[in-house]
């Protein structure tokens, strides 16, 4: 039996999804910016997807910057929005537990571009502290960063109650999500939330890897991070990926079309594995598991077993899973996550990500679930005393 369970690393794409994106590579293969029939017709994919997503999301469709994926949408969020704003302040604050699209940039900016950056600690839950995000604000801070949902373990951040902090503090503050695990499992509204710029990932809600997007509210001043022929307003230059672009707008579509009912469908599953898991001796769950936490993702150590042992003995049942963040490097590495959350020091490399989308049926689950129960008490007897 094959089974994938590491859907937050990324997704098996609609079928509509393909079908779209093959008809613009071999049909309505036109260069957006082409003047001729070809071009118009490329061009009304952009403008269809900048629709749909605009909806999804109550945006204007002007506010919608098409990308290569959630990590350039964060560099551009970040390096754009920072160095555009950098007269009003040079401080930045973001949580110790970001994405690496966000840690890395926010050192870059750090050690390449003078900015002073805020790491904010979160509690064993994976939550950002609110009172040291309120003691982090101050008259140089420009702009605030955090995810909505952890892509380790899950947890879902007080984004409504840190953009209210932020904007208490100074409505010019900009306020930046990682949506990335998020977006397709909640409803995101970020002029409601006071949002100010959102990234976004196509691969990770069953769209076409190599595309994403970044809501940023009209009022964000911004300056671009790639240069060229100033496609979409000089914000983002760059013949468009239009393929990519339909493929994403299908996706999204598609996944908001009875979203209720997909994410209780998950969440079932996800009391499903935890409640047969955590009859294994010796393992932990990280993070919270009941209905504030993301529906997808379960992080799960298992003692006196490295992650990346059990991880390839259960790939030789069939059973895909990740080990930490497979977006980082498929070279596993202590979890800064882990670290973050005060994880017991026997997790730390023994911990393994289960992520689950709508495809995931209850027979896989107990699948994993019995295999698990054969594959750990084997694997420990050979552990070395």
């Not at 940039?105 to 950056?117: N, P």
């Not at 997808?296 to 990346?308: K, L, N, Q």
């Amino acid at each position: 039996m094959e089974v994938y369970l590491d859907n937050s690393a990324t997704t098996r794409a609609y079928e509509k999804v393909g079908d779209v994106v093959r008809k613009v590579l071999c049909e309505d293969y036109g260069n957006p910016s082409s003047m001729h029939i070809k071009g118009v017709e490329a061009e009304a994919y952009i403008k269809e997807a900048k629709s749909v997503l605009a909806k999804i999301l109550k945006v204007r469709e002007k506010e919608i910057i098409f990308t290569s994926g959630g990590t350039e949408s964060d560099n551009l969020a970040l390096i754009g929005a920072a160095r555009a704003n950098r007269r009003a302040g040079n401080h930045l604050i973001t949580s110790s537990i970001e994405h690496p699209a966000i840690l890395n940039t926010m050192r870059y900016l750090e050690e390449e571009e003078g900015f002073r950056v805020t790491y904010l600690p979160v509690d064993r839950y994976g939550r950002i502290k609110l009172d040291a995000l309120r003691n982090a604000l101050c008259e140089d801070t420009i702009l605030v960063s955090v995810m909505y949902v952890n892509n380790e373990v899950g947890s879902v951040q007080p984004v409504e109650e840190a953009a209210g902090i932020v904007k208490a503090c100074s409505r010019d503050i900009l306020f930046h999500v990682d949506a990335v695990q998020g977006f397709g499992k909640y409803r995101i509204y970020p002029k409601k939330m006071k949002i100010d710029m959102l990234s976004v990932s196509g691969h990770k809600i069953h769209g076409p890897k190599g595309i994403g997007a970044l809501y940023i509210d009209e009022k964000v001043k911004i300056k671009p991070i790639l240069f060229g022929g100033e496609q979409q307003g000089n914000i983002r230059s760059g013949t468009e990926n239009v393929a990519g672009i339909a493929g994403l707008a299908a996706a999204a579509e598609e996944i908001y079309t009875n979203l209720d009912e997909k994410v209780a469908q998950m969440r079932s599953l996800k009391e499903r594995f935890i409640e047969g898991v955590t009859q294994i001796e010796n393992t932990t769950v990280h993070g919270l598991y009941d209905e504030t936490s993301a529906p997808h993702i379960i992080s799960v150590g298992f003692a006196g077993i490295r992650s990346e042992v059990l991880l390839h003995a259960l790939e030789e049942q069939g059973i895909c899973v990740s080990s930490g963040s497979a977006c980082a490097s498929n070279h596993p590495a202590i979890s800064g996550v882990l670290k973050g959350i005060g994880a017991k020091k026997e997790y730390l490399d023994a911990t393994l990500r289960f992520s689950m989308s709508e495809f995931t049926t209850a027979e896989e689950i107990d699948y994993t679930l019995k295999t698990l129960y054969n594959l750990v008490p084997m694997l420990r007897r050979y552990i070395r005393h």
